[in-house]
C-alpha cells in the first residue's frame, strides 16, 4: 500500500540527503524532527549540533532512539515531519538485540496511520563491499529490507548522490 503523505530519501553517507530533506520543510508550519541518533562521543555530537543548527528554532525536536514508531503515531495532521533517520533507529535496535520484524513491522504499521506528512531518510548501505564480520552483514541485510519496505509503501522515493536529488518513484518535491 502507497501512502500518499510519505517521502522517502535515500541515500549514502555524508551524500546530502538529511539536508535535502530539511529543505523540503522551509516554510512548513508544524515541523517535527524525529531524531533516532544518539550522541555516544564528541564526533557524533558535532554531527547532532550541525543539523540542529541547519534546522534552526522552529522544529519541535522528539528524540526517539528505540521509540520511533510511537513518536510518529503521536503526529497530528497539522504537522510536519522529519524522521532522521531510519539507519541509526535500526542499529540502535540491532545493538540492544530487539526482535527486528516485530520493531520494523510496529515503525511501518506506525508510517501507515501516521496524521501528518512524513519525510523518512535512511541510508543505502548495499553499494558497498560485502562485510567481513556477521554482525555487520545481518545490520546490511535488515537494512536492505527495510529499505525495500519503506520505499514500497512511501509516494515518493528520492536518491541524493552527492547532493543531488534524483526521483526513483513520483516526483521529486
Not at 531518510?121 to 548495499?126: A, K, P, Q, T
Request: aromatic content about 6%; charged content about 25%.
Amino acid at each position: 500500500m502507497v501512502f500518499e503523505k510519505v517521502i522517502f530519501v535515500l541515500g549514502g553517507a555524508a551524500s546530502g540527503k538529511s539536508a535535502y530533506a530539511e529543505s523540503l520543510f522551509v516554510g512548513a508550519r508544524n515541523p517535527v524532527y524525529i531524531a533516532s541518533a544518539q550522541a555516544f562521543d564528541a564526533e557524533m555530537r558535532d554531527k547532532i549540533d550541525l543539523h540542529i543548527k541547519r534546522r534552526g528554532t522552529n522544529w519541535r525536536t522528539l528524540e526517539a532512539p528505540m521509540d520511533a514508531a510511537d513518536a510518529i503515531g503521536a503526529l497530528r495532521p497539522d504537522e510536519s515531519c522529519l524522521f532522521d533517520c531510519a539507519t541509526l533507529w535500526l542499529s540502535n535496535h540491532l545493538l540492544a538485540e530487539s526482535d527486528l520484524a516485530a520493531e520494523q513491522s510496529r515503525l511501518l504499521a506506525a508510517i501507515r496511520d501516521c496524521k501528518a506528512a512524513l519525510v523518512v531518510v535512511s541510508s543505502e548501505v548495499g553499494q558497498g563491499v560485502v562485510p567481513d564480520n556477521a554482525l555487520a552483514r545481518r545490520f546490511r541485510e535488515a537494512q536492505g529490507r527495510l529499505n525495500i519496505e519503506l520505499a514500497a509503501c512511501a509516494a515518493t522515493v528520492v536518491h541524493v548522490v552527492a547532493g543531488l536529488p534524483r526521483a526513483l518513484k513520483g516526483e521529486l518535491p
